[in-house]
């Protein structure tokens, strides 16, 4: 596993933020990929838009050490009331979104950027969610880090997992 840099995000990092929202789209096999524009709708677009301005933001973005690029980021919002997200619980837990560039995945980048998240988040709430088909090869991931299943509606492939601190 290589050791990447892991640094606060800040709000000059919306533009990278709404990559890494489009590269955390699963897409099943045989399923074509929505495109880019998809995290412009306001399903997507409230995890990340002016993120750093929202009480409750925490979010880290990995940088490759030989080339400066950044390869990853993990982030935290509050969405509650009309702006709820997929991964709703209640309006004291924030949404995990998480995700790698596609070059660098399976280098352990997401553990990395999770495991600086967790030490954060366990400060300021007392746990965390998310919403991830059970196909999709990070749910495993979750599973390993602690995340269990709480939610899963009818005719939803997703389910709604927490993690507690």
Same mark, same amino acid.
């Given at each position: ?20 929202m ?6 099943p ?12 709708a306001p ?16 979010? /880290?973005? +990995? =940088? ?8 990853? %980021?993990?982030? @935290?919002?509050?969405?509650? #009331? ?12 924030p ?26 988040a366990?400060?300021? /709430?007392? +746990? =965390? ?8 090869? %990070?749910?495993? @991931?979750?599973?390993?880090? #602690? ?18 601190f």
């Amino acid at each position: 596993m290589s050791t990447y840099s892991i640094i606060p995000l800040t709000s000059a990092d919306e533009p990278f933020l709404a990559e890494m929202m489009y590269q955390a789209i699963f897409v099943p096999a045989g399923t074509e990929a929505p495109p880019r524009s998809v995290v412009e709708a306001p399903a997507l677009h409230k995890y990340f838009a002016d993120f750093g301005t929202q009480s409750g933001d925490i979010g /880290y973005k +990995a =940088i490759n050490p030989q080339t400066g690029n950044l390869v990853g %980021a993990a982030w @935290l919002r509050l969405l509650s #009331g009309d702006k709820k997200g997929y991964g709703y619980v209640d309006d004291q837990t924030p949404e995990l979104s998480i995700a790698t560039a596609p070059a660098h995945r399976g280098q352990g980048i997401g553990t990395q950027l999770l495991d600086q998240l967790f030490t954060a988040a366990a400060e300021h /709430y007392s +746990a =965390i969610s998310l919403s991830v088909w059970p196909e999709n090869p %990070a749910y495993r @991931l979750y599973q390993r880090l #602690g995340f269990v299943v709480v939610k899963q509606d009818e005719g939803d492939p997703a389910v709604t997992m927490i993690k507690y601190f």
